[in-house]
Each structure stands twice: as structure tokens, then as C-alpha cells.
């Protein structure tokens, strides 16, 4: 099973920006795919973005989040957000999972313990 860990979150005012890291023991070209989460108090996890040999959005990040791989090692992937609103004030999660990006969070074998986001003045 594969190490999963996240970083970057923190507090962020209204419409600023934040960068959110994932770092995996496995390689996410070929075999393994990262994919981020959030998850917002009593509800369950809701997909963001996923990336493998190509990127995926929900239709919520598309526009303002933008989710992009480390070239040389393969084992990395950050998620710039922009123009951050209160309502997005959440856990985020990353997770790994073998071949093919799923939004069903049940699908993800690997998980990081999640980074808190809080967008407030």
C-alpha cells in the first residue's frame, strides 16, 4: 500500500490563493493515478481533481484549480487554487489508486491524512 502525504493548507482570506502538495511512495505515471479530495464537515468525501497521464476536474475546479504533476519524479502533485471562497473551507485529501482517475473516493486504496483549508476574513 502505497504512502500518501499532503501539505499546505492553512488559512487563506477570500479570493486569495493556496497551494496544496501531495507526496506518494509510488510512481503516478503508468500503474498509479493522485487524486485530491475534500471533504466538508458530517459529509462525505467529494472529488476535486485526479491525475495520471492525463488531468481531471470536477466541475466545481474547473477554472479556478489547477492540478499538475513534478516531471522529474513523478511521485508529486500540487493543486493551485484560486479566487478561494468561505464555502470551500474544508479537509482536502489526496489518495492513490492504480491506473484510471475515479471520482468515487471507495475506489481509492492509499490516503494522506488530509490538510485543513479555512477561507476566512
Known amino acids: 500500500q502505497a504512502q500518501v502525504v499532503e501539505s499546505g493548507g492553512g488559512l487563506v482570506q477570500p479570493g486569495g490563493s493556496l497551494t496544496l502538495s501531495c507526496t506518494a511512495s509510488?510512481?503516478?505515471?503508468?500503474?498509479?493515478?493522485m487524486a485530491w479530495f475534500r471533504q466538508f464537515p458530517g459529509k462525505d468525501r467529494e472529488f476535486i481533481a485526479g491525475?495520471?497521464?492525463?488531468?481531471?476536474y470536477a466541475d466545481s475546479a474547473k477554472g479556478r484549480f489547477t492540478l499538475s504533476r513534478d516531471i522529474a519524479g513523478y511521485n508529486f502533485a500540487s493543486l493551485q487554487m484560486n479566487s478561494l471562497k468561505h464555502e470551500v473551507t474544508a479537509t482536502y485529501c489526496c489518495?492513490?489508486?492504480?491506473?484510471?482517475?475515479?471520482?468515487?473516493?471507495?475506489?481509492?486504496?492509499?490516503w494522506g491524512t488530509g490538510t485543513k483549508v479555512t477561507v476566512s476574513s
Open positions: 489518495a492513490v489508486k492504480r491506473y484510471d482517475v475515479y471520482q468515487d473516493p471507495s475506489e481509492y486504496t492509499s
Open positions: 509510488v510512481r503516478i505515471v503508468g500503474h498509479y493515478v
Open positions: 491525475i495520471g497521464s492525463d488531468t481531471y
